[in-house]
């Protein structure tokens, strides 16, 4: 018998989730369809009325998928501490079932990924009764999860940084969905690390004006919101067709590399915020803090900080920004508060003046001007030359995917090039 497993989609980070899960022997991973206003609306309409906005839109995703994908098996992760995340799965298995659904959320605990609680979700879908066959099988998984989710991280940052200097209008986001769609159906091991090759290909392909010097931003805030193009009304491409620099504070892999006490990108923000925010309050409100000092300190000309309405650790961290300004903090912020009822137009308005506001800014204020710096990621694409391609050395079939899998390898590069 299979098993037709799903989860929810949080924009293109259910590439990595489904392959977690892609390997175990009689399961069946169905893809969440992209979300849409008809399922944000059933999902708000059984949802109490005060929960935050992911809450729905998961919700909905699930109802969605019961009743239109014949799956009733649901993964879901989880977190504990102040957040209201920890509490989404036991609640919505509840909704569901008053509602008449014969439906199982199984809760993938990511408090610390190293208590390892998170394999719990593999024991309980697998048919494979052997623990060494079942542990290879979740090895695979891990192995596909976290080079996946790398190169989505990847995918997002370059189409952020190019997208506001593509000559023709629409190659970057062609560009990086034929990628996305690309990762998705590639299984081969030996395929898939070389996949930052396939990535850097395309993305050089794109026309681009090297000589313009846009504007900068930062968009940061609730992994959900930030992450799902729907729920925010596609925001970085909406910044980056009026040629603004996007820099994303959010990705899945990051998110999983905090949870293994390895992002030392996050351990930094957290001793730049540690003045105004002494701890770990729940939601993003610690990282966005830290962004958004080191964003002014490094001269950005803007940062968006989006999350879902009622989310008190986001909220917290608004409060904490805005009453620090304008000393010490001064950098202009746009603050972007989510729920079913938001309207694009209103959206568009706020987005749009303040674009203007950094151009005056720009113009005028002696702290925005000459401030600007190419993103390293930009050589990396446009000038680099590929001195090996293919599988055929030792180095790139054995040590390159072992360092590509924990994202080593460029910091070594990076290092070596200043030296």
């Known amino acids: 018998m299979v098993l037709r497993v799903s989860f929810p989609s949080m924009g293109w980070s259910k590439i990595g989730f489904k392959g977690l899960y892609y390997p175990i022997p009689g399961v069946e991973v169905v893809d969440p369809p992209v979300v849409t206003r008809e399922i944000v609306e059933i999902g708000a309409k059984y949802s109490p009325e005060f929960v935050c906005l992911p809450f729905k839109v998961t919700l909905g995703e699930f109802i969605n998928m019961i009743e239109n994908y014949n799956c009733n098996v649901f993964i879901m992760s989880i977190d504990c501490g102040p957040c209201r995340l920890g509490f989404y799965a036991p609640i919505q298995e509840r909704i569901l079932k008053d509602l008449g659904y014969d439906v199982t959320i199984i809760p993938i605990q990511q408090d610390d990924l190293l208590d390892f609680q998170w394999l719990e979700p593999f024991y309980k879908i697998t048919n494979v009764k052997g623990k ?16 996946k989710g790398s190169y989505i991280e990847d995918i997002t940052r370059y189409e952020g940084l190019i997208r506001c200097r593509e000559i023709n209008r629409g190659d970057t986001t062609k560009t ?24 850097k290909r395309e993305f050089k392909k794109i026309p681009i004006n090297r000589d313009k010097k846009p504007l900068r931003i930062m968009i ?9 193009p729907y729920i925010n009304m596609d925001i970085v491409k909406k910044f980056g067709d009026e040629g603004i620099e996007v820099h994303q504070g959010n990705s899945l892999y990051g998110w999983v590399m905090h949870k293994l006490h390895v992002n030392f990108k996050r351990k930094v923000l957290e001793r730049i915020a540690k003045d105004y925010i002494p701890m770990d309050i729940g939601g993003e409100a610690i990282w966005v803090v830290g962004h958004y000092i080191e964003c002014q300190k490094k001269g950005f000309d803007g940062f968006i900080h989006a999350y879902p ?22 950098l202009p912020i746009q603050f972007y508060s989510f729920d079913e009822h938001t309207g694009y137009e209103g959206m568009r308005t706020r987005l749009e003046a303040f674009i203007d506001l950094m151009k005056l800014n720009k113009k005028n204020n002696p702290k925005f001007q000459d401030t600007y ?23 790139t079939s054995v040590v390159e995917p072992f360092l590509n899998t924990f994202k080593i390898l460029p910091k070594l590069i990076s290092n070596k090039n200043q030296e």
């Open 220 to 228: 940061a805030g609730e992994n959900h919101i930030v992450l799902e």
């Open 176 to 199: 990086a969905e034929k990628l996305l769609k690309l990762l998705d159906n590639e299984w081969d091991f030996q395929k898939l690390h070389q996949f930052n090759k396939v990535i």
């Open 373 to 395: 710096i190419e993103p390293p990621e930009i050589a990396e694409i446009f000038d680099s030359k590929e001195k090996y391609d293919g599988i055929n050395t030792l180095f």
């Open 309 to 330: 309405f009622t989310c008190m650790p986001e909220v917290s961290a608004r409060g904490i920004i805005e009453g620090q300004q304008p000393d010490p903090f001064y």
């Open 132 to 147: 060494l066959m079942r542990m290879v099988d979740i090895i695979r998984g891990i192995r596909f999860a976290f080079l």
